[in-house]
C-alpha cells in the first residue's frame, strides 16, 4: 500500500467498459519507437556508460563500458532488441531426453551462464525484473521436482520482456508452472452438490500482484482518495470469485483426462466440460458474457485487466524499482506510464518502450544530482555479485558455473522467493530514516542483520578465494581475471581509480578513495595480488558500492 | 500518514463507522504520544526495576491455517454439520485426537490426528485454543457486514493486508508498527542499555516487531554469525579501513542503512556469541525441521537471558505453506505434525530451562480458510483459531467462541468465510498485558482495543 497519499484531484483517466479497444501491436520487428536517450549520445563520458550498463545488465565490464560509449544508446538498444534470446530451458531437455537426471541445480547453471554471458543483456535484466514481480518459486513443492517447467517459465519471461504486456500477461497465465504454483490448473467449474467453489487463488494474485493491485491509482502512482481521503479499491471479493469462474477448465497441453498428471512445459489448453459457463462479474462491473469458451473468457478477461489504467503506473513504478530508483517521484512514474498507455504509435503495454522511458528518464540521469539523500536503491544482493564477476570477466571452475544456492548466502536466487510477494514487496521500508521519511527501501527486507554479514563473508570468499590462480577453488565460485590489475598494483590510486570505473561509475567519495587507497598502500608491495584483492573486498562490501545512485 | 476528520458534520455516525474514523486519540496521535513521553510504563519502570523475566514467542503461519481442521468438533451434531460443509476436506471422525476442555460449551472436540504433542499439552493444561479470531476494525455480525454498516478491515483475504493487521493489530492504519515493536517501545528500557534488541526474528524482517524506534534484531537458526577473515595482521589492517567504511559520513539514506545494519550485525553479534558461548546444549531434542531449528535457537538465547542481561524478550518465528489452495489433504497432515512436534519440543525445553512461567508461545495466522472446498484446497477467508502455550497460560481451554459451521448459518457470511467473533487487537492486548504493559498504557499500544468487548480474553494467569 502506498505510504504517502496524497489528496491530488488528479484527474485519474477515465476507464470504463466502453473503452476496451486495445491495440495490441507488438513491437517485435517493428521500431523501438520512441529514440529516447538519457542525455548526449553516446554518453559524454564512461562513467555515463558505466551507470547506464549498472541498470540495464548484470553489470557492466570494461569492455562493455567502452562499446556503448563509442556506439551510442541507441545503437544499443537496436542490438539489445535484436539479440538472440537466451534460454534456460533447450539445454535442460537434451540433459533430459539424452537420459540424465536434471534438477533445479542445473536451473541455476543456466541462469549463471547466461547472466555472466548473454549477449541479450538487456532481455535478461529486464526478464529478472519480472520474474520478481510474476513470481513462482522452486520451493514450492508443487514446482521443486519440475526443473524444465521453471527454466521454460523463465524463458517465457525472457521472450516477453521486450514484447508486448498483454501478450506476457497470457503467456504467463498459461505456463502450467504459473497453473500449478497458483492453482489455475485443473481449477473447475462450481459442484453445489459437493460445495466445491471455483479456486480463487491465481485471480486474486493476478489483480493484486501482476496487473493492477489493491487500489485505484491515478496516473501518477499515487492513490485515488474517496471523500473520506481513504484509498478506493480496485475490486472486491464478488469480483475475485468473478475471476476465479473465468480461470477455471485448462489443463496440461495433450491431458488425455482431466485427472492426466504428466507433468509438461507447453501452454495449458482449455477443457470446456470443467469450465464454468455462467456470467462472471469482473472489474467495475464490467460482466464476461455467458456461453463463452474458456479461450474466449481468459482473452475478454485479460483484455479487460491490461487496458485498466492501473497497469502503466502500477507495474511502472516497480519496474522503476527494480532498475532505477526505490522511490520515483509521481512525475516519473507518470511519465513511464504515459508510455505504457501509448508508446508513441499507438501501442499500449510496449515494454521495450517502457524500459527505455525508465533507462532515459530525466530522473534517472539527474536524481542523483537533484536529490542526493533520497535517490537510488539498495542493489540487490545477487547484482551486487553478477557485477562483480562480470567486471572482472569471471569463470567457473571447468565452465560449469555450480552456484547452485545463492539463496543460502545472498537471501536470493533466481524464481525460488519464499512466497509469490517476491523476496522483498515494493512498499517495504527498514525501521529508522527510511521509514520515518515516508520512503520505501524494498531490498533491505532481506538485508537483515543476519543476511548482511552472510553476504559480506560470501564476497570475502568470492575475492581471497575467487581468483585466476587460485589454488583450491570452489564450484560454486567464478574466478576473477585480475591480471591487469595486478599489473597496476604498484600505483594504489590509479588501481582505486581504475576500479572505481569499473565498480562504481566513477562515483567513489574521496573520503573512500582514501581509506581504499591507504588501504592498498599499506599491504606489501611485493604481494600485488594481495593489493588488488584488499582493495575488491573494501569496494564490495561497501555501503557506496552497496547502494546504486 | 492520512487524516481522517471526525468532525465532519455531513457525516452520519453509520459513515463514519463504515468508513473508519478513528477515535480522537487515534492513529494519527500515536507517534506524538512516544514522542512526547505520555506513556506511563516506561517512566515508572527504569532499568533495573524488575528482576524477573518474560518473553512471548510469536509462531506465525505463513498463508493462513485451514484452523478449522486442527480444532474440529468430534461429537456427532456438530461433527455432522462439519463434515457436510467441508465435504473432501473433512477430517474423518474417528481419527480425531479428543480432547476435553474443562469448560464445556455443549459440543465436543478433537484435534487433527496430526497434532499428538498438542493434544498432551493442552491435556497438561499448557496450552489453549482461542477461536474465530482476526482482523477487525469494530465488533461486526454477519448482518453488519452483508449490509456493508460497520467498518471492514480494509482488503479483506488479502494475505499480505491481513498479516499486516495481524501485526500491527491496527486494522485502520498503514503505519508500519507492529504491536510487538509498540510493546518493545514501552519495555526495552527494562533490558537496561543492552545493545541486544528487545525484540529478536528468526525469520527476517517482519512488521509485528518494528517500534517508532525498536527495530528486530535478525539471526539465523545457527545464532550469530559472525565477519570471516579478519585474522592477523593484514586482517587488522584489513578491519580498520572496513569499518572506516561503514563509518563515513553521507546524506544518502540507503548507505546509512546499509551501514547501520552492518554496524549492528556485528555489535549484536559479539554480545550474543560470548553469551551462548559458555551455555550447556540443550538436552531435549527438537524436531528436524526449519520450525524446530528456530525455536530451538530461541530456547538457547532464553537459556542464555541472564548473561544478556535481558528481562523481556519477543520472539519471531514461523513457516510458510498453509496457503493450501492444492493439495491440503495432503499437506497438511505434515504441517500439523510439524508445528505439534516443534511446539511440543519447545515447551519441553522450557521444562528443562525452567522457564516454562516465563515464557508464553502463542500462533497467529493470515486469516481461516473457507469452509468449502475449491476441488483439492481451500481458499483466503477471515476468523480462525489461534493457540497459546505456556505454564502461565490457563490451558484446557478453548477461549472465545467456537462458531457454527454450517454454510449459510449465523457466522458465514459467504462459501464458509466466518466473520470473527474474537478480535486480534483482544488477542494480541491479552499478551501484551502478561508481557507487562500497564493498564493505563492499553490504549497507546492498541487505540483500537476500547471497540471490543474483552480487554482481556483471560487465557493469561
Given at each position: 500500500m502506498g505510504r504517502e497519499l496524497r489528496s491530488s484531484a488528479k484527474a485519474a483517466a477515465t476507464w470504463s467498459a466502453a473503452a476496451l479497444t486495445i491495440l495490441l501491436q507488438g513491437c517485435s520487428g517493428g521500431s523501438s519507437g520512441s529514440g529516447l536517450v538519457p542525455g548526449p549520445d553516446p554518453p559524454a563520458s564512461e562513467a555515463q556508460a558505466a551507470r547506464f550498463l549498472t541498470?540495464?545488465?548484470?553489470?557492466?565490464?570494461?569492455?562493455?563500458?567502452?562499446?556503448?560509449?563509442?556506439?551510442?544508446?541507441?545503437?544499443?538498444?537496436?542490438?539489445?532488441?535484436?539479440?538472440?534470446?537466451?534460454?534456460?530451458?533447450?539445454?535442460?531437455?537434451?540433459?533430459?531426453?539424452?537420459?540424465?537426471?536434471?534438477?533445479?541445480?542445473?536451473?541455476?547453471?543456466?541462469?549463471?551462464?547466461?547472466?555472466?554471458?548473454?549477449?541479450?543483456?538487456?532481455?535478461?535484466?529486464?526478464?529478472?525484473?519480472?520474474?520478481?514481480?510474476?513470481?513462482?518459486?522452486?520451493?514450492?513443492?508443487?514446482?521443486?521436482?519440475?526443473?524444465?517447467?521453471?527454466?521454460?517459465?523463465?524463458?517465457?519471461?525472457?521472450?516477453?520482456?521486450?514484447?508486448?504486456?498483454?501478450?506476457?500477461?497470457?503467456?504467463?497465465?498459461?505456463?502450467?508452472?504459473?497453473?500449478?504454483?497458483?492453482?489455475?490448473?485443473?481449477?473447475?467449474?462450481?459442484?453445489?452438490?459437493?460445495?466445491?467453489?471455483?479456486?480463487?487463488?491465481?485471480?486474486?494474485?493476478?489483480?493484486?500482484?501482476?496487473s493492477i493491485g489493491l487500489v485505484k491509482l491515478n496516473a501518477d502512482g499515487t492513490p485515488q482518495l474517496d471523500a473520506f481521503n481513504q484509498p478506493i479499491p480496485t475490486y472486491d471479493q464478488p469480483v475475485v470469485e468473478g475471476f476465479a469462474r473465468v480461470f477455471t477448465g485448462w489443463n496440461y497441453a495433450g491431458a488425455t483426462n482431466w485427472d492426466f498428471a504428466e507433468w509438461n512445459y507447453l501452454p495449458m489448453e482449455p477443457w470446456e466440460s470443467y469450465h464454468e459457463a455462467g456470467t462472471k462479474l469482473l472489474l467495475d462491473g464490467v460482466v464476461c458474457p455467458a456461453g463463452q469458451t474458456a479461450q474466449q473468457d481468459l482473452a475478454f478477461a485479460l483484455d479487460l485487466v491490461a487496458s485498466h489504467?492501473?497497469?502503466?503506473?502500477?507495474?511502472?513504478?516497480?519496474?522503476?524499482?527494480?532498475?532505477?530508483?526505490?522511490?520515483?517521484?509521481?512525475?516519473?512514474?507518470?511519465?513511464?506510464?504515459?508510455?505504457?498507455?501509448?508508446?508513441?504509435?499507438?501501442?499500449?503495454?510496449?515494454?521495450?518502450?517502457?524500459?527505455?522511458?525508465?533507462?532515459?528518464?530525466?530522473?534517472?540521469?539527474?536524481?542523483?544530482?537533484?536529490?542526493?539523500?533520497?535517490?537510488?536503491?539498495?542493489?540487490?544482493?545477487?547484482?551486487?555479485?553478477?557485477?562483480?564477476?562480470?567486471?572482472?570477466?569471471?569463470?567457473?571452475?571447468?565452465?560449469?558455473?555450480?552456484?547452485?544456492?545463492?539463496?543460502?548466502?545472498?537471501?536470493?536466487?533466481?524464481?525460488?522467493?519464499?512466497?509469490?510477494?517476491?523476496?522483498?514487496?515494493?512498499?517495504?521500508?527498514?525501521?529508522?530514516?527510511?521509514?520515518?521519511?515516508?520512503?520505501?527501501?524494498?531490498?533491505?527486507?532481506?538485508?537483515?542483520?543476519?543476511?548482511?554479514?552472510?553476504?559480506?563473508?560470501?564476497?570475502?570468499e568470492c575475492v581471497f578465494h575467487g581468483y585466476q590462480g587460485y589454488s583450491n577453488p570452489s564450484a560454486d565460485t567464478a574466478l576473477l581475471h585480475i591480471n591487469p590489475e595486478i599489473g597496476m598494483a604498484d600505483d594504489p590510486a590509479a588501481l582505486v581509480e581504475h576500479l572505481d570505473q569499473l565498480l562504481m561509475c566513477s562515483e567513489m567519495s574521496q573520503e573512500m578513495r582514501d581509506i581504499v587507497v591507504s588501504m592498498v598502500t599499506d599491504t606489501d608491495p611485493a604481494d600485488r595480488r594481495q593489493r588488488v584483492l584488499e582493495a575488491l573486498y573494501l569496494i564490495v562490501t561497501s555501503p557506496e558500492y552497496s547502494v546504486q545512485k | 500518514m492520512h487524516n481522517r476528520s471526525n468532525g465532519n458534520p455531513?457525516?452520519?455516525?453509520?459513515?463514519?463507522?463504515?468508513?473508519?474514523?478513528?477515535?480522537?486519540?487515534?492513529?494519527?496521535?500515536?507517534?506524538?504520544?512516544?514522542?512526547?513521553?505520555?506513556?506511563?510504563?516506561?517512566?515508572?519502570?527504569?532499568?533495573?526495576?524488575?528482576?524477573?523475566?518474560?518473553?512471548?514467542?510469536?509462531?506465525?503461519?505463513?498463508?493462513?491455517?485451514?484452523?478449522?481442521?486442527?480444532?474440529?468438533?468430534?461429537?456427532?451434531?456438530?461433527?455432522?454439520?462439519?463434515?457436510?460443509?467441508?465435504?473432501?476436506?473433512?477430517?474423518?471422525?474417528?481419527?480425531?485426537?479428543?480432547?476435553?476442555?474443562?469448560?464445556?460449551?455443549?459440543?465436543?472436540?478433537?484435534?487433527?490426528?496430526?497434532?499428538?504433542?498438542?493434544?498432551?499439552?493442552?491435556?497438561?493444561?499448557?496450552?489453549?485454543?482461542?477461536?474465530?479470531?482476526?482482523?477487525?476494525?469494530?465488533?461486526?455480525?454477519?448482518?453488519?457486514?452483508?449490509?456493508?454498516?460497520?467498518?471492514?478491515?480494509?482488503?479483506?483475504?488479502?494475505?499480505?493486508d491481513q498479516q499486516f493487521q495481524w501485526m500491527t493489530s491496527i486494522t485502520d492504519s498503514n503505519q508500519g508498527f507492529g504491536w510487538g515493536g509498540r510493546v518493545a517501545e514501552l519495555l526495552h528500557t527494562l533490558n537496561g542499555s543492552s545493545a541486544l534488541s528487545m525484540n529478536i526474528t528468526l525469520l527476517g524482517a517482519n512488521t509485528f516487531q518494528v517500534g517508532p524506534t525498536?527495530?528486530?534484531?535478525?539471526?539465523?537458526?545457527?545464532?550469530?554469525?559472525?565477519?570471516?577473515?579478519?585474522?592477523?595482521?593484514?586482517?587488522?589492517?584489513?578491519?580498520?579501513?572496513?569499518?572506516?567504511?561503514?563509518?563515513?559520513?553521507?546524506?544518502?539514506?540507503?548507505?546509512?542503512?546499509?551501514?547501520?545494519?552492518?554496524?549492528?550485525?556485528?555489535?549484536?553479534?559479539?554480545?550474543?556469541?560470548?553469551?551462548?558461548?559458555?551455555?550447556?546444549?540443550?538436552?531435549?531434542?527438537?524436531?528436524?525441521?526449519?520450525?524446530?531449528?528456530?525455536?530451538?535457537?530461541?530456547?538457547?538465547?532464553?537459556?542464555?537471558?541472564?548473561?544478556?542481561?535481558?528481562?523481556?524478550?519477543?520472539?519471531?518465528?514461523?513457516?510458510?505453506?498453509?496457503?493450501?489452495?492444492?493439495?491440503?489433504?495432503?499437506?497438511?497432515?505434515?504441517?500439523?505434525?510439524?508445528?505439534?512436534?516443534?511446539?511440543?519440543?519447545?515447551?519441553?525445553?522450557?521444562?528443562?530451562l525452567g522457564t516454562e512461567n516465563l515464557v508464553t508461545t502463542f500462533t497467529s495466522s493470515d486469516f481461516g480458510r473457507t469452509l468449502t472446498s475449491n476441488g483439492d484446497g481451500s481458499d483466503h477467508a477471515w476468523g480462525g483459531i489461534q493457540l497459546v502455550m505456556g505454564g502461565n497460560v490457563l490451558g484446557k481451554e478453548i477461549y472465545g467462541t467456537y462458531p457454527s459451521l454450517a454454510l449459510d448459518g449465523p457466522d458465514d457470511i459467504e462459501g464458509g468465510r466466518l466473520v470473527p467473533t474474537t478480535s486480534v487487537d483482544e488477542y494480541s492486548a491479552t499478551l501484551a498485558k502478561w508481557l507487562g504493559v500497564q493498564p493505563g498504557d492499553m490504549a497507546t499500544v492498541f487505540p483500537n482495543l476500547s471497540r471490543f468487548a474483552h480487554p482481556d480474553l483471560g487465557f493469561m494467569s
Amino acid at each position: 500500500m502506498g505510504r504517502e497519499l496524497r489528496s491530488s484531484a488528479k484527474a485519474a483517466a477515465t476507464w470504463s467498459a466502453a473503452a476496451l479497444t486495445i491495440l495490441l501491436q507488438g513491437c517485435s520487428g517493428g521500431s523501438s519507437g520512441s529514440g529516447l536517450v538519457p542525455g548526449p549520445d553516446p554518453p559524454a563520458s564512461e562513467a555515463q556508460a558505466a551507470r547506464f550498463l549498472t541498470r540495464s545488465t548484470f553489470g557492466p565490464s570494461a569492455e562493455e563500458i567502452h562499446k556503448l560509449s563509442v556506439i551510442g544508446y541507441t545503437a544499443w538498444f537496436d542490438e539489445q532488441r535484436n539479440a538472440t534470446v537466451s534460454l534456460e530451458r533447450p539445454p535442460l531437455s537434451q540433459l533430459d531426453a539424452h537420459g540424465h537426471n536434471v534438477s533445479q541445480e542445473q536451473r541455476l547453471e543456466q541462469w549463471w551462464k547466461i547472466a555472466l554471458r548473454g549477449d541479450d543483456q538487456l532481455r535478461q535484466r529486464l526478464a529478472f525484473a519480472w520474474s520478481e514481480i510474476f513470481v513462482v518459486s522452486d520451493v514450492a513443492s508443487a514446482l521443486v521436482g519440475d526443473p524444465i517447467g521453471v527454466s521454460e517459465y523463465y524463458d517465457t519471461l525472457a521472450r516477453d520482456a521486450l514484447g508486448d504486456y498483454r501478450t506476457l500477461l497470457e503467456d504467463v497465465t498459461r505456463t502450467p508452472v504459473m497453473g500449478r504454483y497458483l492453482s489455475m490448473l485443473k481449477n473447475q467449474k462450481e459442484d453445489l452438490a459437493n460445495n466445491i467453489r471455483p479456486d480463487e487463488n491465481y485471480a486474486r494474485e493476478i489483480l493484486q500482484l501482476f496487473s493492477i493491485g489493491l487500489v485505484k491509482l491515478n496516473a501518477d502512482g499515487t492513490p485515488q482518495l474517496d471523500a473520506f481521503n481513504q484509498p478506493i479499491p480496485t475490486y472486491d471479493q464478488p469480483v475475485v470469485e468473478g475471476f476465479a469462474r473465468v480461470f477455471t477448465g485448462w489443463n496440461y497441453a495433450g491431458a488425455t483426462n482431466w485427472d492426466f498428471a504428466e507433468w509438461n512445459y507447453l501452454p495449458m489448453e482449455p477443457w470446456e466440460s470443467y469450465h464454468e459457463a455462467g456470467t462472471k462479474l469482473l472489474l467495475d462491473g464490467v460482466v464476461c458474457p455467458a456461453g463463452q469458451t474458456a479461450q474466449q473468457d481468459l482473452a475478454f478477461a485479460l483484455d479487460l485487466v491490461a487496458s485498466h489504467p492501473n497497469v502503466g503506473p502500477f507495474l511502472g513504478r516497480q519496474l522503476i524499482q527494480r532498475l532505477v530508483t526505490s522511490n520515483p517521484s509521481p512525475e516519473y512514474v507518470a511519465r513511464v506510464a504515459a508510455v505504457w498507455a501509448d508508446d508513441g504509435n499507438g501501442a499500449r503495454g510496449n515494454l521495450l518502450a517502457v524500459t527505455q522511458a525508465i533507462l532515459t528518464d530525466p530522473e534517472a540521469v539527474q536524481g542523483n544530482v537533484t536529490h542526493p539523500d533520497t535517490f537510488g536503491k539498495l542493489k540487490e544482493p545477487l547484482l551486487r555479485l553478477t557485477a562483480l564477476w562480470r567486471a572482472f570477466d569471471a569463470s567457473f571452475p571447468g565452465n560449469k558455473y555450480q552456484y547452485w544456492y545463492p539463496d543460502d548466502d545472498l537471501g536470493q536466487a533466481p524464481l525460488r522467493a519464499g512466497s509469490v510477494f517476491n523476496f522483498f514487496t515494493p512498499s517495504y521500508a527498514p525501521p529508522g530514516e527510511i521509514q520515518d521519511g515516508g520512503l520505501v527501501a524494498p531490498e533491505f527486507q532481506i538485508t537483515t542483520e543476519q543476511r548482511i554479514t552472510s553476504a559480506t563473508n560470501r564476497f570475502w570468499e568470492c575475492v581471497f578465494h575467487g581468483y585466476q590462480g587460485y589454488s583450491n577453488p570452489s564450484a560454486d565460485t567464478a574466478l576473477l581475471h585480475i591480471n591487469p590489475e595486478i599489473g597496476m598494483a604498484d600505483d594504489p590510486a590509479a588501481l582505486v581509480e581504475h576500479l572505481d570505473q569499473l565498480l562504481m561509475c566513477s562515483e567513489m567519495s574521496q573520503e573512500m578513495r582514501d581509506i581504499v587507497v591507504s588501504m592498498v598502500t599499506d599491504t606489501d608491495p611485493a604481494d600485488r595480488r594481495q593489493r588488488v584483492l584488499e582493495a575488491l573486498y573494501l569496494i564490495v562490501t561497501s555501503p557506496e558500492y552497496s547502494v546504486q545512485k | 500518514m492520512h487524516n481522517r476528520s471526525n468532525g465532519n458534520p455531513g457525516l452520519s455516525r453509520r459513515q463514519l463507522l463504515k468508513h473508519g474514523a478513528c477515535s480522537a486519540a487515534g492513529i494519527a496521535g500515536l507517534h506524538a504520544l512516544w514522542n512526547l513521553g505520555l506513556v506511563s510504563s516506561a517512566a515508572a519502570q527504569g532499568p533495573g526495576s524488575v528482576n524477573d523475566y518474560k518473553a512471548l514467542v510469536c509462531v506465525f503461519l505463513y498463508g493462513g491455517n485451514d484452523s478449522y481442521n486442527l480444532l474440529v468438533p468430534r461429537d456427532g451434531t456438530h461433527y455432522n454439520v462439519y463434515a457436510a460443509t467441508r465435504q473432501n476436506l473433512a477430517i474423518p471422525q474417528g481419527n480425531l485426537l479428543p480432547i476435553t476442555p474443562n469448560t464445556s460449551d455443549g459440543s465436543q472436540y478433537g484435534l487433527h490426528p496430526s497434532c499428538t504433542q498438542m493434544k498432551s499439552l493442552f491435556d497438561a493444561g499448557r496450552l489453549a485454543f482461542v477461536a474465530n479470531v482476526g482482523s477487525l476494525s469494530y465488533p461486526m455480525t454477519k448482518t453488519q457486514y452483508l449490509n456493508d454498516s460497520v467498518a471492514r478491515p480494509p482488503q479483506l483475504f488479502s494475505h499480505y493486508d491481513q498479516q499486516f493487521q495481524w501485526m500491527t493489530s491496527i486494522t485502520d492504519s498503514n503505519q508500519g508498527f507492529g504491536w510487538g515493536g509498540r510493546v518493545a517501545e514501552l519495555l526495552h528500557t527494562l533490558n537496561g542499555s543492552s545493545a541486544l534488541s528487545m525484540n529478536i526474528t528468526l525469520l527476517g524482517a517482519n512488521t509485528f516487531q518494528v517500534g517508532p524506534t525498536v527495530a528486530p534484531f535478525s539471526m539465523g537458526t545457527g545464532g550469530p554469525q559472525g565477519l570471516a577473515g579478519f585474522w592477523g595482521q593484514q586482517g587488522q589492517r584489513r578491519y580498520l579501513a572496513f569499518q572506516q567504511l561503514l563509518n563515513r559520513q553521507t546524506p544518502n539514506l540507503f548507505e546509512k542503512a546499509f551501514a547501520d545494519t552492518q554496524k549492528r550485525a556485528i555489535d549484536t553479534n559479539a554480545l550474543l556469541e560470548s553469551a551462548l558461548s559458555g551455555a550447556a546444549p540443550l538436552a531435549t531434542a527438537f524436531p528436524d525441521s526449519y520450525l524446530g531449528a528456530q525455536l530451538a535457537m530461541i530456547a538457547r538465547t532464553i537459556q542464555v537471558r541472564d548473561q544478556l542481561g535481558v528481562h523481556r524478550q519477543v520472539f519471531f518465528c514461523g513457516i510458510g505453506g498453509f496457503d493450501s489452495h492444492d493439495n491440503q489433504n495432503q499437506d497438511q497432515p505434515g504441517l500439523f505434525a510439524d508445528l505439534s512436534a516443534s511446539l511440543g519440543a519447545f515447551q519441553a525445553a522450557m521444562a528443562e530451562l525452567g522457564t516454562e512461567n516465563l515464557v508464553t508461545t502463542f500462533t497467529s495466522s493470515d486469516f481461516g480458510r473457507t469452509l468449502t472446498s475449491n476441488g483439492d484446497g481451500s481458499d483466503h477467508a477471515w476468523g480462525g483459531i489461534q493457540l497459546v502455550m505456556g505454564g502461565n497460560v490457563l490451558g484446557k481451554e478453548i477461549y472465545g467462541t467456537y462458531p457454527s459451521l454450517a454454510l449459510d448459518g449465523p457466522d458465514d457470511i459467504e462459501g464458509g468465510r466466518l466473520v470473527p467473533t474474537t478480535s486480534v487487537d483482544e488477542y494480541s492486548a491479552t499478551l501484551a498485558k502478561w508481557l507487562g504493559v500497564q493498564p493505563g498504557d492499553m490504549a497507546t499500544v492498541f487505540p483500537n482495543l476500547s471497540r471490543f468487548a474483552h480487554p482481556d480474553l483471560g487465557f493469561m494467569s
